[in-house]
C-alpha cells in the first residue's frame, strides 16, 4: 500500500476524531470494542460524504474498502482522497460488475473488509432510500459474514457529534433454489427492513 495512503487515512481519523467524534452504539456488546471479528461485509445506510470516514475510523484496527461511484474519482480534491483511501470504484452507468470480483478478492484473499451504501446515493434524515440489489448479491457471491451500520445523520463537520448503531454479525439464508432474481429481492427487502430496525433501536437509545 502506497505511503500516501497511509497518510492520508491517519489524517482522516484525527479530523474524524476531532471533528465528528463518533459516538458508537452496538445492538449487542461485541467481542472487541470497535473491531470486526473477521473480514466483513459492512452495509451502511448513506447520508453524505462523510459516511465512509466515519465508519472507516470507528473500526481503524480492521482495513476497509468502501465502494465509491466511479465518477468521483474524477473529481478535484474529492478524487484525490477517494483514489488514496482504499476505495473501490463503481461504473454506475455502465454494466461493469468488475466491483463485485475486486470485493470478494478484498474478503476472501487480503481477508480485509469491505463497505457497500446499498442505497446509492445519499438519503434524507431517518427517510431511507430503498436498496439496490448489489449488497445481497455481493453478500450472496462473497458468502461473507454481515454487519449493518446505521448513522444517524446526515454528518457535518460544523454539525452535532455523529452517531451510529452497529448490528452483531450475521449471514444471509442460503438460497434453496440458486441465486435468482426472487431470492435477491427477498434478501435485498430483508436488509432494508434490518436497516430500518437498526435505526428504531439507536432512536430509542439516544
Same mark, same amino acid.
Given at each position: 500500500?502506497?505511503?500516501?495512503?497511509?497518510?492520508?487515512?491517519?489524517?482522516?481519523?484525527?479530523?474524524?476524531?476531532?471533528?465528528?467524534?463518533?459516538?458508537?452504539?452496538?445492538?449487542?456488546?461485541?467481542?472487541?470494542?470497535?473491531?470486526?471479528?473477521?473480514?466483513?461485509?459492512?452495509?451502511?445506510?448513506?447520508?453524505?460524504?462523510? !459516511? &465512509? #470516514? $466515519?465508519?472507516?475510523?470507528?473500526? @481503524?484496527?480492521?482495513? %476497509?474498502?468502501?465502494?465509491?461511484?466511479?465518477?468521483?474519482?474524477?473529481?478535484?480534491?474529492?478524487?484525490?482522497?477517494?483514489?488514496?483511501?482504499?476505495?473501490?470504484?463503481?461504473?454506475?452507468?455502465?454494466?461493469?460488475?468488475?466491483?463485485?470480483?475486486?470485493?470478494?478478492?478484498?474478503?476472501?484473499?487480503?481477508?480485509?473488509?469491505?463497505?457497500?451504501?446499498?442505497?446509492?446515493?445519499?438519503?434524507?434524515?431517518?427517510?431511507?432510500?430503498?436498496?439496490?440489489?448489489?449488497?445481497?448479491?455481493?453478500?450472496?457471491?462473497?458468502?461473507?459474514?454481515?454487519?449493518?451500520?446505521?448513522? !444517524? &445523520? #446526515? $454528518?457535518?463537520?460544523?454539525?452535532? @457529534?455523529?452517531?451510529? %448503531?452497529?448490528?452483531?454479525?450475521?449471514?444471509?439464508?442460503?438460497?434453496?433454489?440458486?441465486?435468482?432474481?426472487?431470492?435477491?429481492?427477498?434478501?435485498?427487502?430483508?436488509?432494508?427492513?434490518?436497516?430500518?430496525?437498526?435505526?428504531?433501536?439507536?432512536?430509542?437509545?439516544?
Amino acid at each position: 500500500m502506497k505511503i500516501m495512503t497511509y497518510i492520508v487515512e491517519g489524517l482522516t481519523a484525527f479530523l474524524v476524531k476531532t471533528l465528528l467524534r463518533p459516538k458508537v452504539y452496538y445492538v449487542e456488546p461485541p467481542k472487541h470494542r470497535r473491531k470486526l471479528d473477521s473480514p466483513s461485509l459492512l452495509i451502511i445506510n448513506h447520508t453524505s460524504h462523510l !459516511d &465512509g #470516514p $466515519v465508519v472507516t475510523t470507528v473500526f @481503524r484496527k480492521n482495513k %476497509i474498502h468502501n465502494l465509491a461511484a466511479k465518477d468521483r474519482f474524477e473529481q478535484r480534491g474529492f478524487g484525490f482522497f477517494l483514489r488514496n483511501t482504499r476505495c473501490i470504484p463503481i461504473d454506475r452507468q455502465n454494466a461493469d460488475l468488475s466491483w463485485i470480483h475486486e470485493s470478494i478478492k478484498i474478503i476472501q484473499q487480503d481477508k480485509e473488509s469491505v463497505a457497500i451504501f446499498p442505497e446509492g446515493r445519499h438519503g434524507e434524515h431517518r427517510k431511507q432510500l430503498p436498496f439496490h440489489p448489489g449488497a445481497a448479491m455481493l453478500a450472496t457471491v462473497s458468502q461473507a459474514p454481515l454487519v449493518m451500520v446505521y448513522i !444517524d &445523520g #446526515p $454528518v457535518k463537520i460544523l454539525g452535532p @457529534r455523529a452517531r451510529l %448503531i452497529v448490528s452483531p454479525q450475521f449471514h444471509l439464508a442460503p438460497p434453496t433454489q440458486g441465486m435468482n432474481s426472487d431470492y435477491i429481492n427477498e434478501q435485498t427487502e430483508m436488509l432494508q427492513q434490518k436497516m430500518k430496525d437498526l435505526m428504531e433501536e439507536l432512536i430509542k437509545r439516544l
